[in-house]
């Protein structure tokens, strides 16, 4: 099953907005809560992904096939939730759009969050 994580490839690009405060490798998941502000804004919600682990922000990230299936997926992103945040509303939902947007890219692609939309990093 294709995943997202962190990585640092391409950071940088965009000079004065990128960032990267998640360990490279670590699974990856959409900012649940957005402001609405400029997606360049000094916020840098709806252009990053959120560490699952870590719970920081990152706006670079990769494509990686994993020996995961969804419900293992599900399960791991329910229990860091409830570990940290005590709920998992809406999970399943989240992990299974995300699921949907990684299939038109192919392992190994870099990319970033634009206005809550993943796209391929152009270089």
Known sequence: ???LVSTRKTQGLRKRTDFCFVPDGEPVIPCSITCDH?????CGCRRSMIGIHCRKATTTVEVVETNMNEADFIKLVVDECKRYFGL???????????QESLEQFDVGMILECRDSELKQRKE
Not at 38 to 42: H, Y
Not at 89 to 94: A, C, F, K, P, S
């Open 88 to 98: 998992v509303e809406d999970v399943q939902r989240i992990v299974r759009l995300l």
């Open 38 to 42: 400029d997606v360049d804004g000094d």
């Open 1 to 3: 099953m294709k995943i």
